[in-house]
């Protein structure tokens, strides 16, 4: 952090620092039963006041504090913000590719086939088996139940589950775990095609500590590369040096 103290002393104007690609820390006690449970191809919503703010799609990770995975990277950035204004729910689409009518017709089919079983053993083909128990519980429907004897009411009780799996968020990780850190010497500050201060002479920039973070996925290794490429070149060429 000592470079944002030092463009400070020296003028520069540093936007407010936050950990981003961050994992995400959750309240609810039956995320810990799922930790190191992964999930591919889901969408992760998040919820401010029942407002949808925004979903991402791809994988995740349960933990032992809560969730993690580049999904929940990408996301935590926004997580932060809003959790400044009030209380955030993150949700999870466990079968984005269907919507309600056509996951009741997958559940129904599979109900057929296992309707003489009992409940808990009637969603091995739908769910990891970890997390079978845990969505039983969060429904209340008995799992010693038989399949033909669930009800309408009950099964729609199941979908609405796989399609928002609500979690509500009690911070994020913090600084020590996050991968890179928003915020940073303010961008109309700096050339943007010599990474050059505009406020002191002979003063370039690069990398994290210029205001602009991005996804995981490579985009922040990449900024470095170029925004250090061009600082580089550039103080070079000048005979001074970059911070």
Same mark, same amino acid.
């Given at each position: 952090?000592?470079?944002?103290?030092?463009?400070?002393?020296?003028?520069?104007?540093?936007?407010?620092?936050?950990?981003?690609?961050?994992?995400? &820390?959750?309240?609810?006690?039956?995320?810990?039963?799922?930790?190191?449970?992964?999930?591919?191809?889901?969408?992760?919503?998040?919820?401010?006041?029942?407002?949808?703010?925004?979903?991402?799609?791809?994988?995740?990770?349960?933990?032992?504090?809560?969730?993690?995975?580049?999904?929940?990277?990408?996301?935590?950035?926004?997580?932060?913000?809003?959790?400044?204004?009030?209380?955030?729910?993150?949700?999870?689409?466990?079968?984005?590719?269907?919507?309600?009518?056509?996951?009741?017709?997958?559940?129904?089919?599979?109900?057929?086939?296992?309707?003489?079983?009992?409940?808990?053993?009637?969603?091995?083909?739908?769910?990891?088996?970890?997390?079978?128990?845990?969505?039983?519980?969060?429904?209340?429907?008995?799992?010693?139940?038989?399949?033909?004897?669930?009800?309408?009411?009950?099964?729609?009780?199941?979908?609405?589950?796989?399609?928002?799996?609500?979690?509500?968020?009690?911070?994020?990780?913090?600084?020590?775990?996050?991968?890179?850190?928003?915020?940073?010497?303010?961008?109309?500050?700096?050339?943007? &095609?010599?990474?050059?201060?505009?406020?002191?002479?002979?003063?370039?920039?690069?990398?994290?500590?210029?205001?602009?973070?991005?996804?995981?996925?490579?985009?922040?290794?990449?900024?470095?590369?170029?925004?250090?490429?061009?600082?580089?070149?550039?103080?070079?060429?000048?005979?001074?040096?970059?911070?």
């Amino acid at each position: 952090g000592d470079g944002f103290k030092w463009a400070l002393k020296l003028g520069h104007t540093v936007t407010e620092l936050s950990p981003s690609l961050v994992p995400v &820390k959750i309240s609810d006690e039956w995320v810990k039963e799922l930790q190191g449970l992964s999930l591919k191809n889901v969408e992760l919503s998040i919820y401010q006041n029942n407002k949808k703010k925004d979903s991402f799609f791809g994988e995740m990770l349960f933990t032992h504090f809560g969730i993690s995975g580049p999904i929940v990277l990408s996301a935590s950035k926004l997580i932060g913000q809003l959790l400044k204004k009030g209380d955030v729910i993150v949700s999870i689409d466990l079968k984005p590719a269907l919507d309600f009518t056509k996951l009741d017709k997958r559940i129904l089919r599979d109900f057929q086939e296992y309707q003489n079983k009992l409940f808990k053993n009637s969603l091995k083909d739908l769910l990891p088996q970890r997390l079978i128990p845990v969505i039983i519980k969060l429904t209340g429907i008995d799992p010693d139940k038989q399949v033909n004897s669930i009800t309408r009411e009950e099964r729609h009780k199941i979908i609405s589950l796989l399609k928002k799996l609500d979690m509500n968020v009690s911070g994020l990780l913090g600084f020590d775990y996050s991968l890179v850190t928003s915020g940073g010497i303010n961008i109309k500050e700096i050339g943007p &095609k010599t990474m050059k201060s505009k406020i002191i002479k002979n003063l370039y920039f690069a990398g994290e500590i210029i205001d602009l973070d991005g996804p995981t996925g490579g985009y922040n290794l990449q900024l470095c590369w170029t925004t250090g490429y061009i600082a580089g070149q550039n103080s070079a060429i000048k005979g001074t040096n970059a911070l």
